[in-house]
């Protein structure tokens, strides 16, 4: 069930169809310069955030509900959180990087 956009909401691109398809073509092309993937998360990752302290250490959470614990210049998990309810969609440490708060979609903490 497809919903209109109003005239409001509608942008026209000075170039047309043509302009689109030149920007489409462009995604296309760009370039993967990632150092790192990380393959652990089975569906869309919602949050990540660095340690405050610890350069080498992330959180991510996503939709798969589950979070990690991951060195982002190796890949190598130091811990995964399962048994969540709904996915993860807030990971943050404390300012002094002692505590890590997990939040899903359920409401969980």
Do not use: M, R
């Given at each position: 069930n497809e919903e209109e956009m109003s005239d409001e909401e509608l942008v026209e691109l000075p170039g047309g169809v043509d302009q689109l398809e030149a920007i489409v073509?462009?995604?296309?092309?760009?370039?993967?310069?990632?150092?790192?993937?990380?393959?652990?998360?089975?569906?869309?990752?919602?949050?990540?955030?660095?340690?405050?302290?610890?350069?080498?250490?992330?959180?991510?959470?996503?939709?798969?509900?589950?979070?990690?614990?991951?060195?982002?210049?190796?890949?190598?998990?130091?811990?995964?959180?399962d048994g969540w309810k709904d996915s993860i969609n807030n990971a943050i440490w404390s300012r002094d990087g002692q505590h890590l708060a997990l939040c899903d979609m359920a409401g969980t903490i």
């Open positions: 073509e462009n995604i296309n092309k760009a370039e993967d310069n990632s150092k790192l993937v990380f393959q652990n998360h089975g569906k869309s990752v919602f949050c990540c955030s660095f340690h405050p302290e610890v350069e080498d250490l992330v959180v991510s959470g996503g939709e798969d509900d589950l979070a990690y614990i991951w060195n982002p210049s190796t890949g190598e998990v130091s811990k995964k959180f």
